[in-house]
């Protein structure tokens, strides 16, 4: 019988390896394990719980805002579904594994969610780009945060259907702050268009520099990244700017010391997967995300 419980101090070990073992899939858990130094990890952003055979555990899934399993299967779905359903909801997505995360949607009692990625191509590169990287692209200062906000608002718009602003805007502005604070954002941002002539004023209106092409690094582990917020302006998309764009954050951020650099993405996002391709990228799994 199938328990779940806290992950204690003593199954660190354990965890460490299990991450190892797929560190693309599990690049979040590394990054946050790297942090707390234990598998005990519990606040008020969310806690890591076991599934127990016995007293060994065989699975571990961090459950706050994301749900994101770790060593998976149907029958330690089951076990977590059963507490996640008696508890109620209170995250806001599934994300991981394709045929774990679609298998654990199906067992909750969380209502319809208000999005699902089905397949999600999960990609990484551990060598240098194939192509030239752009050297204009850099990482963002705060005194550019205007037009990096407003290019972040139209691609989380975009990519996830509804704008992260509709209630107000300072969260979402404290967030990309934060990013760009972190030394996380990278963009070419320019008042003129690659083949000369100036840029649009949009999606920030009233700045003469637009951002041309940004990525942001979304999880940062010490020998592999996360990029995550990729977009390039409407007026200079499918001409190469954003192959180049992340060529520059793939050299970038390997010579920063971080050996591999990981992403997934929508399949039906076929313009950004071949540009990825072109890059270098290579698909070593697929995700699903369930967002509710």
């Known amino acids: 019988m199938l328990r779940v419980a806290r992950l204690g101090h003593q199954h660190t070990g354990w965890l460490k390896s299990l991450l190892a073992l797929n560190p693309c899939e599990n690049v ?12 005990q990890m519990g606040s008020p952003a969310g806690s890591l719980l076991g599934v127990f055979d016995g007293d060994r555990p065989v699975a571990a899934y961090w459950v706050g805002g994301n749900i994101i399993p770790v060593a998976a299967t149907p029958g330690t779905n089951q076990a977590l579904a059963q507490k996640l359903n008696a508890d109620g909801r209170y995250s806001c997505s599934l994300i991981g594994s394709r045929e774990i995360i679609l298998d654990l949607h199906s067992r909750l009692n969380w209502g319809r969610p ?19 990287p752009d050297e204009a692209v850099h990482l963002v200062t705060v005194e550019q945060l ?19 602003i509709e209630g107000g805007q300072s969260s979402y502005l404290a967030r990309v702050r934060n990013i760009i604070r972190g030394k996380n954002c990278f963009a070419r941002i320019s008042d003129t268009l690659p083949q000369g002539g100036p840029v649009r004023r949009w999606p920030a209106t009233d700045q003469s520099e637009q951002v041309l092409f ?15 917020g990729v977009w390039v302006h409407p ?7 954003g192959a180049a764009g992340m060529a520059a954050v793939v050299a970038q951020t390997r010579a920063a010391g971080h050996s591999t650099v990981s992403l997934y993405a929508n399949d ?11 890059v270098g990228f290579e698909q070593v799994g697929t995700f699903a995300t369930i967002m509710y």
């Open 268 to 278: 039906y996002n076929e313009v950004a997967l071949r540009m990825y391709t072109r």
């Open 214 to 228: 940004k990525a942001d690094i979304g999880i940062r582990a010490p020998s592999i990244v996360q990029v995550q």
């Open 114 to 132: 208000r999005g699902v990625r089905d397949r999600q191509p999960l990609l990484a590169i551990s060598s240098d780009p194939f192509i030239e």
């Open 146 to 164: 205007p037009a990096v906000f407003s290019a972040s608002v139209d691609m989380f718009t975009n990519e996830v259907g509804f704008s992260p």
């Open 28 to 39: 979040y858990l590394i990054a946050l394990l790297e942090v707390t130094g234990t598998a």
């Open 235 to 241: 007026d200079v998309r499918q001409q190469g700017l």
